[in-house]
T-cell receptor
Framework: QQKVQQSPESLSVPEGGMASLNCTSSDRNFQYFWWYRQHSGEGPKALMSIFSDGDKKEGRFTAHLNKASLHVSLHIRDSQPSDSALYFCAAYDTNAYKVIFGKGTHLHVLP | GPKVLQIPSHQIIDMGQMVTLNCDPVSNHLYFYWYKQILGQQMEFLVNFYNGKVMEKSKLFKDQFSVERPDGSYFTLKIQPTALEDSAVYFC???????????FGPGTRLTVL
């Protein structure tokens, strides 16, 4: 079973709209979460991390973590065409010293 | 910002040959990683490396795979012999600590014929 599950697989939003991406972990060893973004032809780049319950805001991006349910989300306000990319949720396994990536959400921001 | 370099960007080889993928990580980073990605889909963890040793490897890290970083130079992934299913984009990453942000290189596209 996939230990880090992302939904939806693909998401289309209009320019200026709000994009919401979800991620759920099935392992309580996964305490630290990262969101990465990968544009076509490039390597992933970290957007933000979230380690504590609640919201964390960085510009147009807000991450939310609920440790009890092991659910983390990413919300992109005022989406831009340049936000079109593959978004990965990544969880750090404190027992195995490794990061597990979800399968990703393809975000398409339509001009 | 900090950059990870990967050489070459694209490698085409015949099945059964050996290939070495090279990574120049961020200079003060201590943890190094290799990932495999097929067709722009999931980023699959292969191996992580710290203090000269493999710390964790996945089932994708077959016996034909090996990693090393001799004398602080390139962090390398060697595949010997290669198989058709090894065709993918391989990403190297590095980080300061195990739970810190990982910085990824641009990837090496490996095509095994």
């Amino acid at each position: 079973q996939q230990k880090v599950q992302q939904s939806p697989e693909s998401l289309s939003v209009p320019e200026g709209g709000m994009a919401s991406l979800n991620c759920t972990s099935s392992d309580r060893n996964f305490q630290y979460f990262w969101w990465y973004r990968q544009h076509s032809g490039e390597g992933p780049k970290a957007l933000m991390s979230i380690f504590s319950d609640g919201d964390k805001k960085e510009g147009r991006f807000t991450a939310h973590l609920n440790k009890a349910s092991l659910h983390v989300s990413l919300h992109i306000r005022d989406s831009q065409p340049s936000d079109s990319a593959l978004y990965f949720c990544a969880a750090y396994d404190t027992n195995a010293y490794k990061v597990i990536f979800g399968k990703g959400t393809h975000l398409h921001v339509l001009p | 910002g900090p950059k990870v370099l990967q050489i070459p960007s694209h490698q085409i080889i015949d099945m059964g040959q050996m290939v070495t993928l090279n990574c120049d990580p961020v200079s003060n980073h201590l943890y190094f990683y290799w990932y495999k990605q097929i067709l722009g889909q999931q980023m699959e963890f292969l191996v992580n490396f710290y203090n000269g040793k493999v710390m964790e490897k996945s089932k994708l890290f077959k016996d034909q795979f090996s990693v090393e970083r001799p004398d602080g130079s390139y962090f390398t992934l060697k595949i010997q012999p290669t198989a058709l299913e090894d065709s993918a984009v391989y990403f190297c990453a590095s980080s300061w600590t195990g739970d810190a942000e990982q910085f990824f290189g641009p990837g090496t596209r490996l095509t095994v014929l």
